[in-house]
């Protein structure tokens, strides 16, 4: 998706070597139409897989999602990273690490929100070590329900994510994929020299 590449590269600030920061248009500010955008490729791989719902998790995961619901017209479901006072009824729980915060989370959905009848459309902000796409899968076959994909905005594929997404079968849309964050340069996927 050449516009969102086009922002990565201009406003995206590498930290530390190997994260990216894209603060002003996705993981603080939000571009809006950008999200948009994003959701309607996403529409266009997805359509014709029956989508039932979209899973996401919190927090930069659910902007990206909730355009994708509108998208569907399906609702958009964000995997809590804590368990709230107010979810008192049957929970599905996954732990994830993320690696970024060097923190793992012990992660819920409400089961009255996934059944065995949902096709569900995974989608996250980035894709680095797979850890949250595949916590967020582990919850849709704890549900008994179909992972028709995963919808990435950002995939770093120097990271081993995409491949081990790739190889439980599953169908991996990545609409901006990074080479390298090498030199504090951001080089996406068919740049390299
Ligand atoms: P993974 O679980 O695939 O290792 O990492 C994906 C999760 O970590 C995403 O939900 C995202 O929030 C966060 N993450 C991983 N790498 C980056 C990065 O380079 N920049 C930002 N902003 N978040 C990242």
Known sequence: MKELQQKVKDEGVVIAGSVLKVDAFLN??????LMKKVADHF??????????????IEASGIAPSI????????????????????LTEEVYTTDIHSYTKNKTSHVVISQKFLSAEDKVLIIDDFLANGEAALGLYDLVKQAGADCI???????????????????????????????SL???KVTLIGEEE
Do not use: W
């Open 28 to 33: 603080h500010q939000i571009d809006a139409q």
């Open 43 to 56: 529409y266009e791989h997805f359509k014709n897989k029956g989508v039932t719902k979209i899973l996401t």
């Open 182 to 184: 090498e030199g504090d």
């Open 67 to 86: 355009m994708a619901a509108l998208a569907f017209n399906v609702p958009c479901l964000f995997a809590k990273k804590a368990v709230p006072s107010t």
């Open 149 to 179: 994909g995963i919808g990435i905005v950002i995939e770093k594929s120097f990271q081993p994510g995409a491949d081990r997404l790739k190889s439980e079968g599953l169908d991996v849309l990545s609409l901006c994929r990074i080479a």
